[in-house]
């Protein structure tokens, strides 16, 4: 059974950083594209960014709005994905998603359960 | 960026009724499209991808049609689970881009 399960997340001041972990288990992670996406409160769901495998030099796609403050990284022997998120801002609050990449499209079949990240003073 | 609006935002309906929400895209993706099913506190359900491949184990009431720039979600027979929010995303270009969401409510 493919889970996927966030950690990391919490209030943290603007300006301030964060890291996210997700730990994958059930399939064979090291082969697959792995993605983040988030979702401010009563929103429609954001696409963050991606890391692909080592095949693909683990090279990684942001979207604009973190582009530049948000780094993703990832553990193969850990079966693990990092998002480093640096001088966050309120707008960076949302539930945050790890997800993975079906292998067949950029489309995602499986989500873990979500972590909140608050950004506030 | 590729923008993708859904109509129509709400949509009440009963148990039983066949529904269509529709996704448009601000250029052609092909058939790179997939539905997702989110209920309330909950992730993100794939219910389909690449236009109309219906993922495994969702229901045969839910179908998938539709290229370039417009796209359909059919649920053939409602049923009481369906009731929740879809979403369309376009899986063709970067920044993958999402729509705005359709909630389905009971009437």
């Known amino acids: 059974e493919v889970q996927l399960v966030e950690s990391g997340g919490g209030l943290v001041q603007p300006g301030g950083s964060l890291r996210l972990s997700c730990a994958a288990s059930?399939?064979?992670?090291?082969?697959?594209?792995m993605d983040w996406v988030r979702q401010a409160p009563g929103k429609r769901l954001e696409w963050v960014g991606r890391i692909r495998n080592k095949e693909d030099s683990y090279t990684t796609e942001y979207a604009a709005s973190v582009r530049g403050r948000f780094m993703i990284t990832r553990d193969d022997s850990k079966n693990s994905m990092f998002l480093q998120m640096n001088r966050l801002k309120t707008e960076d609050t949302a539930v945050y998603y790890c997800?993975?990449?079906?292998?067949?499209?950029?489309?995602?079949?499986?989500w873990g359960q979500g972590a909140l990240v608050t950004v506030s003073s | 960026d590729i923008q993708m609006t859904q109509s129509p935002s709400t949509l009440s309906a009963s148990v039983g009724d066949r529904v269509t929400i529709t996704c448009r895209a601000s250029?052609?993706?092909?058939?790179?499209l997939a539905w997702y099913q989110q209920k309330p506190g909950k992730a993100p359900k794939l219910l389909i991808s690449k236009a109309s491949n219906l993922n495994s184990g969702v229901p045969s009431r839910f179908s998938g049609s539709g290229s370039g720039t417009e796209f359909t979600l059919t649920i053939s027979s409602l049923q009481p689970d369906d009731f929740a929010t879809y979403y369309c995303?376009?899986?063709?270009?970067?920044?993958?881009?999402f729509g705005q969401g359709t909630r389905l409510d009971i009437k």
């Open positions: 997800v993975k990449d079906s292998g067949s499209g950029k489309h995602f079949d499986y």
């Open positions: 250029q052609s993706i092909s058939g790179l």
């Open positions: 059930g399939f064979t992670f090291s082969d697959r594209y």
């Open positions: 995303q376009q899986c063709n270009t970067y920044p993958l881009t």
